[in-house]
């Protein structure tokens, strides 16, 4: 358990998607993977204020268009399935119809209103649901079941870990809880990235609120992450309140808004890095921190454009402190920059002074390029925003991945 002083959160990392009471997960296996689990369900004992946001590309999966249905109805959700192995993406309309069937044979098993279901894929792109396996797994959901391990396992594609956390704080003096689980490791790239990401809390929350603050977060969060430039047809970042703890609802007029609105985007951040690490083949973290930019647009622009770099990935993969590399992302991210001001950082050392190399030591540079956490300052000199973005190194690795994804 971590406790940051400044807005009072406990971080447990050890929490899950249903440490938020009220809020119930599982998954099994059905047959769409080999030997590992592929169908899981989050579940709430009560209808509550949904909000998501999804991928920007143009190529959105049918699973997207059921939940965005769902949610559009009444901004409101008690149960999300979702399968691995197979994203039901670019499969017409019978995709579509696929997605729908999921959705209502779901919201039978649980006695539930259609609306009230989402619905997720993650995985192969081009075929169609074996929907005699999905038929099977919904009728192995148990909904007051709980086994949130299960239901991270079951999300994750190529990821080699699961990703959860929880965190919480107090509001009118109640301890809200708000947990998260995310899955996440290649075609992941600003905006948004081949990841399902989901979000409950027992906190009472307006709907419109939760939306707002979803965005907000979504824009800070997850859209500042990359693994290897592409973005995904199946990206969702979900969240539910359930209002299990019976406090006011929140909203931007509730008097401890900024409170929750910390420590929801704390959930995201930290799951967000746990997808950038967990990148295909990586072997590093790495962190880009752009600091004193004309505008916080601007900041985010020139952080994405260095983390998404792959010669600064493979660079730092290779313990090599060629800055170069850095200074020339900076270049191209169409950013007006001055050259003649801008400082570079590698964790502590400066490799960059006012646009012209800066003394250092090589052997130091490599050192600590060989660590498993990186971080890149990068000072533009032209104002007081800043951005962060994050990402991992490119290895060899990754190329045999998803060189093999579909055999």
């Not at 143009?58 to 994203?87: C, E, H, M, R, Y």
């Not at 996440?184 to 399902?196: D, E, K, R, V």
């Amino acid at each position: 358990m971590i406790t940051t002083k400044k807005s009072e959160i406990k971080i447990l990392e050890q929490g899950h998607i249903t440490t938020a009471e009220g809020f119930y997960a599982g998954g099994i296996h059905c047959g769409l993977r080999r030997k590992k689990l592929d169908f899981g369900w989050l579940y709430s004992e009560t209808p509550a204020a949904a909000a998501a946001v999804y991928t920007q590309n143009s190529f959105q999966a049918a699973p997207l268009k059921v939940t965005q249905d769902s949610i559009g109805k009444n901004q409101t959700l008690q149960a999300v399935v979702v399968n691995s192995a197979n994203a039901n993406a670019c499969t017409g309309y019978i995709g579509l119809e696929n997605a729908y069937h999921t959705r209502k044979k779901t919201a039978e098993k649980l006695g539930i209103a259609e609306e009230l279901v989402g619905v997720a894929s993650t995985g192969l792109i081009g075929v169609q649901l074996p929907m005699e396996k999905i038929n099977h797994a919904i009728e192995q959901i148990v909904e007051m079941e709980n086994d949130p391990e299960k239901f991270e396992e079951a999300i994750l594609t190529t990821d080699t870990v699961t990703k959860h956390v929880a965190v919480q704080l107090e509001i009118e003096g109640k301890t809200i809880t708000i947990g998260g689980a995310a899955k996440g490791s290649g075609m992941i790239h600003p905006n948004m990235a081949t990841m399902l990401a989901y979000v409950t809390t027992d906190a009472a929350v307006e709907p419109d609120a939760l939306q707002q603050l979803l965005s907000q977060t979504t824009d800070k969060t997850y859209n500042m992450i990359t693994v290897d430039g592409d973005s995904s047809t199946n990206d969702t970042v979900l969240a539910m309140a359930n209002g299990k703890k019976g406090n006011t609802p929140l909203s931007e007029h509730h008097p401890e808004w900024e409170k929750f609105k910390n420590a929801f985007a704390a959930v995201s951040k930290i799951l967000a890095k746990k997808i950038a690490k967990d990148g295909e083949g990586a072997t590093k973290l790495i962190e880009v921190q752009v600091m004193n930019a004309s505008s916080t647009e601007n900041a985010g622009k020139v952080a994405k454009a260095v983390i998404s770099s792959n010669l600064v990935k493979t660079a730092i993969y290779g313990a090599d402190p060629n800055w170069g590399r850095v200074i020339c992302a900076v270049g191209y991210s169409e950013v007006p920059v001055d050259p003649d001001k801008v400082d570079v950082y590698l964790g502590h050392i400066q490799v960059v002074a006012d646009g012209l190399p800066s003394e250092f030591s090589e052997d130091e540079g490599t050192a600590y390029l060989e660590g498993s956490q990186i971080i890149v300052k990068i000072d533009l000199k032209q104002g007081s925003a800043e951005a962060t973005a994050w990402g991992c190194d490119l290895t060899y690795d990754y190329v045999k991945i998803n060189a093999s994804y579909r055999t």
